[in-house]
């Protein structure tokens, strides 16, 4: 396991973008990363953009509705709040903003089809919207202090986070001047400052990680800031580092394991156990080959140059009590 | 035991790459399960056992690329070298280019004037790179381009091929394959569209004046919100795509029907929980209603164990009996490691009954998890014999 970081490295962070590949589980850390930034008193909204109430299902409530909706109470007091931001609303309450325009002609829009063109096709626009949003929550201030103490975005997967990010840049070769240009860019002032940090999510696996240095490499090169690289479902060693190579060179020895085979009263003191014995001993030795695995995967993202977290595997699956365990991980790392 | 009346009929992989009627094998499932692995596995069992195969690949790792020779990107089936041809088969392998793939749709289908006009359009680029669904398209048209080259019953025999597998795009969603043609056509062909089109088809006809005033009010909001070139460019992609809107249609619906026929089958590819299990049932369940050809579940990354005997509590419970005494520390070690397997295996058992239970017919392939990843030939081939393996 990584040693705990001394430091908090993203202590000044309002937006907390969280990103990976498909299957590597970013919700579940968004959602642990979100309780752990709430933990003591304070507040974080966690926000999804994806339509696919990933949020509700973790933490077993009804579909979320297009409104901020409290989701959880985070350890030692403090609350995380839930927005399915959708683009369709999105787009709604931007033209009621806006442009002072009424439910009606919204409506009248939407069944001329405008609103789906708007948030299909027109290059760029559905992100300006769903990142709009975001960014409205993060700025939002209510007597004299922010509402939210920090902000988790559950982003759309490594792959596309750099184009979904870079609105700006997307939103050029479509608006050049205009209030969704203005939007923009002042979207962009925020996501392409200290006040954000883009996190990885990442297992110890081949194309994983390939895909978290990519998607390093893309934020780097579009300005983004990069935050934490997050390692999910990592294997504990279990084993002394040398009984593992063993059991992986096929010399651990069987009949050291038998001796506490029974003394563990598992094999019986007249039996060999050797089915037992022979089977314990094979699993040993897959697991040393995952572990050199895991091992040569970590090394690969040490030369990013970011801090990296890591959370184990847990055997149980992915429930609320689940959550809470990586929430308080993720604060005695120091992730927060 | 209560557990084997969940126990599902076992997906007989041989039979079915075997079988010459076999012409297409679709593998589907949500992203991160391992669809491109098993696509590969399967395409190149199916060459040492005699077919004539070529596999369309999306995304492929790059060693396990390399390995297939596909180092790059250029939408053209090459043959991948290494692999057994002695029972008469052969592989070809490819990996999608989608915006390549679109672009020479445009290409087909517009005079090069058109062409030229459409491909330099910011609309047109945004529709071919970030339209969701753009890959599921892109990927079903050149699944037809493949099988209308292919020696299968509705291609022309220019290429040697008699079974297409084809892995699907990384989605959210598996139904995403099916719905992405028919939702860019219903896109292409949707009422904004024909309104926008409607002044420069029909000008100058009385009635046109209300309908286009109509159409007024909406583009002066858009003209305010984007700006004004934007709605110029909307209007010369959209007139540049109506030439080709009838050749979209026909194509997406020509697709659509070859996935219905009795040669293509269907794998749903899911990994042991909830989320990829749902989406599978999503898929299956949407098969089942379109009258399409579902083959069977592989189940992939399966918690295996060599000790099904000793259960996940007495293992973590002797290993804490072990480590209270101080003694015997990698025999606790080796408990706790199968106790955490046991567990995990348990998890997703109980994951996995629940997707049999609700489809007690639908034939199933587990494959057990790996400790490494796959990246070459011979890592294919041993996933092709967990495939096929009969528990």
């Known amino acids: 396991m990584t040693s705990p970081q001394t430091d908090r490295p993203f202590d000044g962070v309002r937006l907390h973008v969280v990103t990976g590949k498909g299957g590597t589980g970013k919700t579940t850390v968004a959602a642990a990363l979100a309780l752990a930034l709430a933990s003591n008193g304070r507040r974080t909204l966690l926000c999804e953009v994806e339509g696919r109430q990933g949020l509700a299902r973790l933490f077993d409530s009804p579909p979320l509705p297009y409104e901020e909706t409290h989701l959880a109470v985070a350890p030692g007091g403090g609350d995380v709040y839930g927005l399915a931001v959708e683009p369709r609303a999105a787009l709604m309450e931007y033209l009621e903003i806006f442009y002072t325009m009424g439910k009606r002609a919204g409506r009248i829009l939407d069944r001329m089809g405008a609103v789906d063109f708007a948030t299909t096709i027109a290059p760029g626009l559905r992100d300006v919207l769903l990142t709009g949003k975001v960014y409205e929550a993060v700025r939002r201030r209510e007597r004299g202090r922010p509402v939210y103490d920090a902000v988790v975005l559950d982003a759309p997967p490594t792959g596309r986070i750099t184009r979904f990010l870079n609105v700006n840049s997307e939103v050029s070769g479509l608006a050049k001047v205009g209030p969704i240009r203005k939007q923009a860019d002042s979207i962009m002032s925020v996501l392409k400052s200290p006040a954000t940090a883009v996190h990885i999510v990442t297992l110890l696996e081949e194309m994983p990680v390939q895909e978290t240095v990519d998607g390093v490499a893309e934020l780097r090169g579009a300005g983004m800031p990069v935050g934490a690289v997050i390692v999910n479902q990592a294997r504990d060693d279990l084993l002394p580092s040398h009984a593992l190579a063993a059991a992986g060179e096929g010399t651990l020895d069987g009949s050291d394991v038998r001796e506490g085979l029974v003394a563990a009263g598992l094999v019986k003191s007249s039996q060999p156990g050797t089915r037992v014995i022979d089977g314990l001993l094979a699993e040993a030795a897959e697991h040393n080959e995952r572990i050199a695995l895991q091992r040569q995967e970590r090394a690969e993202l040490d030369t990013l140059g970011r801090p990296v977290f890591e959370l184990p595997l847990l055997p149980s699956g992915i429930d609320l009590g689940a959550l809470y365990a990586l929430a308080d991980l993720m604060c005695k790392q120091g992730l927060t | ?391």
């Open chain 2, 1 to 391: 035991m209560t557990a084997a009346a969940l126990e599902p009929p076992l997906l007989d992989v041989d039979s079915l790459l075997d079988d010459m009627s076999t012409s297409i094998i679709v593998c589907c499932g949500s992203g991160g399960v391992g669809k491109t692995t098993t696509a590969a596995a399967l395409a190149l069992r199916a060459a040492e056992r005699g077919r004539r195969v070529v596999v369309l690949t999306i995304d492929p790792a790059r060693r396990l690329a390399q390995a297939m020779g596909l180092e790059a990107l250029d939408n053209t089936p090459r043959p991948v070298e290494g692999i057994d041809e002695s029972a008469g088969g052969s592989l070809d392998a490819m990996m999608l280019d989608m915006k390549r793939t679109f672009d020479e749709v445009v290409e087909a289908h517009a005079s090069p004037d058109r062409a030229a006009q459409i491909l330099a359009n910011p609309f047109y680029q945004a529709v071919s790179t970030s339209f969701s669904g753009t890959s599921e398209y892109m990927a079903m048209e050149k699944l037809g381009q493949l099988r209308a080259q292919a020696s299968v019953h509705g291609g022309s025999g220019e290429q040697p091929w008699d079974l297409i597998v084809v892995d699907t795009p990384p989605s959210r969603s598996a139904l995403d394959f099916l719905d992405a043609p028919r939702r860019l056509s219903s896109f292409l062909d949707g009422r904004f569209i024909r309104l926008l089109m409607a002044p420069a088809k029909a000008s100058g006809r009385a009635y046109m004046k209300v309908f286009t005033g109509a159409v007024g009010g909406v583009t002066s909001v858009m003209t305010r919100l984007l700006g004004a070139q934007v709605l110029q460019d909307v209007q010369t992609f959209v007139a540049a795509m109506d030439t080709m809107f009838g050749g979209f249609r026909e194509r997406a619906e020509a697709t659509y029907s070859m996935l219905a026929d009795a040669g293509t089958s269907f794998l749903v590819v899911a990994a042991p929980d909830p989320d990829s299990l749902r989406e599978a049932s999503y898929f299956v369940e949407r098969l089942s209603a379109e009258d399409m050809p579902l083959e069977g579940l592989v189940l992939n990354r399966v918690a295996t164990t060599a000790v099904p005997t000793l259960s996940a509590e007495r293992a973590l419970a002797a290993a804490e009996d072990l480590e209270e005494d101080g003694a015997h520390e990698v025999t606790a070690g080796l408990l706790r490691l199968h106790g955490a397997r046991m567990q995990r295996r348990a998890r997703e058992q109980s994951v996995a009954s629940r997707f049999f239970a609700a489809h007690p017919r639908v034939p199933v392939a587990q494959v057990p998890a790996r400790p490494g990843d796959v990246h070459d030939l011979d890592g294919l081939r041993s996933v092709g014999e967990d495939l096929a393996a009969r528990a």
